[in-house]
């Protein structure tokens, strides 16, 4: 059974920064990408970064990129997301996904494509 439990968020202010976690199970990292996803009240789910598998290329949305970094530790089986100089406009509940690559090319931020899920974390960037 393939299980992603986010955990790291919270309330933070304007200009702070959290490190999200995606702790994974049931499959392994070298053969999936993962994918942080993020979803505010009334919008859309929109991809964040994801990382690809085995050589783990990388890929950010445009309105992260220079403030997050996603990361990934094969042994410990988690995915993370360091978020830096957070805004109120990041306000959302954020999620991880996996996505099978049988093949090892660069992942992809839609959310179309992700299989499985986690259950989300609420980041609140707020004075």
């Known amino acids: 059974q393939f299980t992603l439990v986010e955990s790291g968020g919270g309330l933070v202010q304007p200009g702070g920064s959290l490190r999200l976690s995606c702790a994974v199970s049931?499959?392994?990292?070298?053969?999936?990408?993962i994918g942080w996803f993020r979803q505010a009240p009334g919008k859309e789910r929109e991809g964040v970064a994801c990382i690809s598998n085995k050589r783990g290329g990388t890929n950010y949305a445009d309105s992260v990129k220079g403030r997050f970094t996603i990361s990934r530790d094969n042994a410990k089986n988690t995915v993370y997301l360091q978020m830096n100089s957070l805004k109120p406009e990041d306000t959302a509940v954020y999620y991880c996904?996996?996505?099978?690559?049988?093949?090892?090319?660069?992942?992809?931020?839609?959310?179309?494509?992700?299989?499985?899920w986690g259950q989300g974390t609420q980041v609140t960037v707020s004075s």
């Open positions: 996904a996996n996505e099978f690559l049988p093949v090892q090319r660069r992942c992809i931020l839609t959310p179309s494509v992700y299989s499985y």
């Open positions: 049931g499959f392994s990292l070298d053969d999936y990408a």
